[in-house]
């Protein structure tokens, strides 16, 4: 009776699935995602936009980069589309902390800053060991309030020169001004996104290997050594996120992949154009905010951010 049951879930879940929807896993994938969900179009007509992060202030809003275009945008389901603040400083990577102030990877600054509730920017940390970031591109916030983030050279603004040795992923703490380079075998560095309980940092390579790496996490908040976790097969690995059973959710060439915690795929939310970036958020953390190009696209699923402020 209960397989009987479970395959009728399956084929009704598999008749309702739409276009948008390839699943690889279709028990596993049923869990994050209605068959019935579809892809919405939110706002076009930018030029290469990245970096989502989603605050519940202000009745809920979505802040994210429109990097050639010097701006960060900002979108609410009640205003639409809009301006946050212009110039920008070609910020790429943003994140709310836990005060819900807006932290930023500027690549025009080759520096983080961070937002204020009256609208101040400070900078944070523009330097390590005495020379400049290449060009900080995407970062994730510890529960206590510790930056991790990333920085390739990507983002280097043109004419200046590249000061640090390599490309590599930095641990930097607000309270103390302390930075340290965590990673530094990475190609290029882009994505990073902590497990649940934060002993898991994943980091997207979105240079040669095209891979999402897994590393430890020690106590002194330092990372040990690292081992593949899963290879994307279309497009470059880029911005990746968590949901709170573990799964990892990752930017493709066509779209979002999902993979379970043990680094197999699940399925794939398609998108018309290529994914660079994505958020959980929405009034009820349900929706998955997709960044692709010129485009912000969303799509309802069931499952919230493991780190969901």
């Given at each position: 009776?209960?397989?009987?049951?479970?395959?009728?879930?399956?084929?009704?879940?598999?008749?309702?699935?739409?276009?948008?929807?390839?699943?690889?896993?279709?028990?596993?994938?049923?869990?994050?995602?209605?068959?019935?969900?579809t892809v919405r179009?939110?706002?076009?007509?930018?030029?290469?936009?990245?970096?989502?992060?989603?605050?519940?202030?202000?009745?809920?809003?979505?802040?994210?980069?429109?990097?050639?275009?010097?701006?960060?945008?900002?979108?609410?389901?009640?205003?639409?589309?809009?301006?946050?603040?212009?110039?920008?400083?070609?910020?790429?990577g943003n994140f709310?902390?836990?005060?819900?102030?807006?932290?930023?990877?500027?690549?025009?600054?080759?520096?983080?800053?961070?937002?204020?509730?009256?609208?101040?920017?400070?900078?944070?940390?523009?330097?390590?060991?005495?020379?400049?970031?290449?060009?900080?591109?995407?970062?994730?916030?510890?529960?206590?309030?510790?930056?991790?983030?990333?920085?390739?050279?990507?983002?280097?603004?043109?004419?200046?020169?590249?000061?640090?040795?390599?490309?590599?992923?930095?641990?930097?703490?607000?309270?103390?001004?302390?930075?340290?380079?965590?990673?530094?075998?990475?190609?290029?560095?882009?994505?990073?996104?902590?497990?649940?309980?934060?002993?898991?940092?994943?980091?997207?390579?979105?240079?040669?290997?095209?891979?999402?790496?897994?590393?430890?996490?020690?106590?002194?908040?330092?990372?040990?050594?690292?081992?593949?976790?899963?290879?994307?097969?279309?497009?470059?690995?880029?911005?990746?996120?968590?949901?709170?059973?573990?799964?990892?959710?990752?930017?493709?060439?066509?779209?979002?992949?999902?993979?379970?915690?043990?680094?197999?795929?699940?399925?794939?939310?398609?998108?018309?154009?290529?994914?660079?970036?994505?958020?959980?958020?929405?009034?009820?953390?349900?929706?998955?905010?997709?960044?692709?190009?010129?485009?912000?696209?969303?799509?309802?699923?069931?499952?919230?951010?493991?780190?969901?402020?």
């Open positions: 009776m209960l397989r009987s049951l479970l395959l009728s879930a399956l084929v009704g879940w598999s008749c309702a699935a739409t276009v948008d929807l390839q699943p690889v896993d279709t028990v596993a994938f049923s869990k994050v995602v209605a068959g019935d969900a179009k939110l706002a076009s007509g930018m030029r290469f936009i990245e970096g989502p992060a989603w605050t519940q202030a202000k009745g809920g809003l979505l802040i994210f980069s429109d990097i050639p275009s010097n701006e960060l945008k900002k979108w609410s389901q009640g205003d639409g589309l809009g301006t946050y603040r212009t110039p920008s400083q070609n910020a790429n709310f902390d836990g005060e819900g102030r807006l932290v930023s990877c500027e690549h025009g600054s080759r520096s983080l800053t961070r937002t204020d509730h009256d609208g101040m920017v400070e900078t944070l940390v523009m330097s390590y060991d005495g020379k400049k970031f290449n060009s900080p591109n995407d970062l994730a916030i510890t529960k206590a309030g510790i930056i991790y983030f990333t920085d390739p050279s990507y983002g280097l603004p043109k004419g200046t020169a590249k000061e640090q040795g390599g490309q590599y992923v930095y641990r930097f703490d607000p309270a103390t001004k302390a930075v340290s380079a965590v990673i530094t075998e990475i190609d290029m560095p882009n994505g990073i996104a902590f497990s649940p309980d934060e002993q898991l940092l994943y980091v997207a390579d979105s240079g040669k290997s095209k891979d999402i790496r897994v590393y430890p996490v020690q106590q002194d908040g330092s990372v040990g050594a690292g081992r593949v976790f899963c290879h994307i097969d279309n497009g470059a690995a880029d911005g990746i996120r968590v949901d709170r059973d573990g799964r990892v959710w990752s930017s493709a060439g066509d779209g979002v992949r999902v993979y379970a915690a043990d680094g197999s795929l699940i399925g794939s939310i398609l998108t018309p154009e290529a994914a660079a970036n994505l958020c959980f958020g929405g009034t009820d953390g349900k929706t998955l905010f997709i960044t692709a190009r010129t485009t912000l696209y969303a799509i309802e699923v069931l499952v919230t951010d493991a780190h969901a402020r």
